[in-house]
């Protein structure tokens, strides 16, 4: 944003407020300015046109402010406000002025809507967005202990990298899904015992004998199963059909794979399912590769059911590290079993002094709830850490709630930043381009010093090294070298 030109537009504005003894809010034209220099190519005041309005106060706003619905009468406001100084000032002729005011007449009440639209996320939406899925996983590392000095990396066999732990059906799901596997029509499992055990031996000969071209129709691509099912295992989710190809394409050496044809008989094996242009393991087939590990001796650690968890066990066990596609199912499992106001207390309950990632899961995962889960929401009107956000539950829903102070603004503002700090470590470059594009804006930041947050001090630090804008990151190492100086007083 050019800044230069907002910071006069606001000190012109100030001015022309108190010669008419005019009543000017300049927080909020200063953010509707800085949106609009940041998202419509606004670089001047004369710039502003009633379409300006229209995407400002319907689309951008309710997408990047906290605000709740009831506040869209002070917005609209401080809107026609500036209107009346960009005509007295000679920044927009009568015929515009007249036309802007029409159009924010029309844009009051669905304003409101939009403020309400759960949808319509607000900054913590905005600010989420910086997160991305991968906030929720963690790469798997080799725990500390003896390891022979090779000389090199260990190598990533089974022994040497650890296992994820996996979420596995129940043995009678299991044993009902077996009558629909192909090959066992055409090979039926031994009579005698149990027959999931039987399915382990039939993968564990697939895996460890040499099918000469029988399973994959390849001899050589029959070599590579050990590989693509072990790195899937490890996935936990499905993949493109691409990554599979690109597996085979590397053992194959200049022979084409027939992608498609490979993937049917894997299906037919019943190890691979294939769903649209996405590709996994079956539940059959997870199963078997555990019991082929356990039987090895490696450390398959089975993923509790976390549905069954209570809400600090479903947060701790995200936490751990969960892929995203299993973390949905898992959240909506716990959900499925309580009643919205029981989970909604539970939640927050839990969320009430956690960490701001904690917290952050615990909020994302409230949001989900309607409003039936208003009162025990409203009942943490009184916690400090959790009364923006459920300001901001309530007020997204329709219903009664406080205005946000400024400082409550301010604290939810570095508590979702907070809760970005682990990905924005991670991906220094993604969190940078997503602060450009929906981050707070700098008058915002210069304020951050002020709240009482365990995490300031590191939000501001990370702007400062992040922001792409030098004159924001700039702002954002004075505020934190303001806030470390609170502290140590």
């Known amino acids: ?81 500036f209107v009346d100084y960009l005509g007295e000032s000679g ?36 600010l989420f967005s910086s997160i991305g899925p991968e906030s929720l996983e963690q790469d798997v590392s080799i725990p500390a202990g003896e390891l022979p000095d090779l000389g090199e990396a260990p190598c990533d066999c089974p022994g040497c990298t650890p296992l994820p732990a996996v979420r596995l059906a129940e043995p009678d799901e299991l044993r009902a899904e077996l009558p629909g596997v192909p090959m066992l029509a055409a090979e039926p499992l031994d009579d005698d015992g149990d027959p999931l055990e039987a399915w382990a031996r039939r993968v564990a000969r697939l895996l460890d004998h040499d099918t000469g071209g029988a399973v994959t129709g390849s001899a050589e691509l029959d070599e590579g199963l050990y590989d693509l099912f072990d790195m899937l295992y490890r996935l936990q989710v499905r993949v493109p059909m691409s990554v599979i190809g690109d597996h085979f394409a590397e053992i194959s050496d200049e022979t084409p794979v027939d992608l498609p044809v490979v993937l049917d008989r894997l299906a037919w094996c019943g190890m691979i399912h294939v769903d649209g242009e996405t590709a996994g393991l079956t539940p059959l087939a997870l199963w078997a590769l555990r019991e082929h590990y356990l039987s090895l001796g490696v450390d ?37 079993g309580r009643d919205p106001g029981e989970a909604a207390a539970e939640l927050l309950a839990a969320a009430s002094g956690a960490p701001a990632v904690a917290r952050g899961i615990a909020i994302t995962i409230v949001d989900r709830l309607g409003p039936e889960a208003e009162a025990q929401v409203r009942d943490r009107l009184g916690d400090d850490e959790l009364r923006p956000h459920v300001i901001h539950w309530l007020g997204a829903r329709g219903l009664p709630a406080p205005p946000l102070t400024q400082d409550e603004l301010l604290w939810v503002s570095v508590d979702m930043l907070a809760l970005a700090l682990p990905a924005a470590e991670e991906d220094p470059e993604n969190f940078a381009e997503n602060m450009a594009a929906s981050g707070p804006p700098a008058h915002v930041i210069e304020e951050m010093w002020r709240v009482d947050h365990p995490d300031v001090v590191d939000v501001l630090e990370l702007l400062g090294r992040s922001l792409p804008d030098r004159t924001v990151a700039k702002a954002a190492r004075k505020a934190a070298f303001k806030a470390r100086s609170r502290a140590i007083r």
């Open 1 to 81: 944003m050019s800044i230069e030109w907002v910071n006069q537009a606001i000190d012109d504005l100030r001015a022309w407020g108190r010669t008419r003894d005019v009543d000017v809010d300049a927080d909020e034209v200063r953010l509707l300015c800085d949106y609009a220099s940041d998202y419509l190519g606004v670089d001047e005041l004369g710039d502003f046109t009633p379409e300006t309005f229209d995407e400002l106060l319907l689309s951008i706003y309710p997408r990047k402010v906290i605000a709740p619905p009831e506040s869209a009468p002070e917005t609209i406001a401080a809107a026609r406000t």
């Open 91 to 126: 920044r927009a002729s009568a015929p515009s002025v007249a036309r802007m005011h029409e159009r924010l007449d029309d844009i009051e009440p669905r304003m409101v809507e939009a403020l309400a639209d759960p949808a319509n996320f607000g900054m913590a939406k905005s």
């Open 300 to 336: 398959a650690p089975r993923a509790p059911d976390l549905a069954e968890a209570d809400a600090l066990g479903l947060i701790e066990g995200l936490l751990e590290g969960v892929p995203t596609e299993l973390a949905e199912a898992d959240i909506s499992r716990w959900l499925t």
